[in-house]
């Protein structure tokens, strides 16, 4: 069983916001680094953001200023707040360990960018 879940992506339109959640389940969510991914049609999937156990965050250069990971261990949740949205940010977006663990992924939310 997959211990991450995300959710919280859907349709939005060009200069949008979202919010996405990754909820994780079992222990030590809280000691690790945690990332978000996304896989776009016909592309491979790249990290957009990493986040260590203690904050210390990376972006993607295509994301930078406008995406903005953030944990709360004592929820076991980790967010993707994602602002300014353009098209080329459609994509299902995966949660994992960052660096990524291979029997970590899980289902991803779809987030499509479109007016």
């Known amino acids: 069983q997959v211990p991450l879940v995300e959710s919280g992506g859907g349709l939005v339109q060009p200069g949008g916001s979202l919010r996405l959640s990754c909820a994780a389940s079992?222990?030590?969510?809280?000691?690790?680094?945690m990332g978000w991914y996304r896989q776009a049609p016909a592309k491979q999937r790249e990290l957009v953001a990493g986040i260590t156990s203690g904050g210390i965050t990376n972006y993607a250069d295509s994301v930078k200023g406008r995406f903005t990971i953030s944990r709360d261990n004592a929820k076991d949740t980790m967010y993707l707040q994602m602002n300014s949205l353009k098209p080329e940010d459609t994509a299902v977006y995966y949660c994992?360990?960052?660096?990524?663990?291979?029997?970590?992924w899980g289902q991803g939310t779809q987030v499509t960018v479109s007016s």
């Open positions: 079992g222990s030590g969510f809280s000691i690790n680094a």
């Open positions: 994992n360990r960052w660096p990524f663990r291979y029997d970590y």
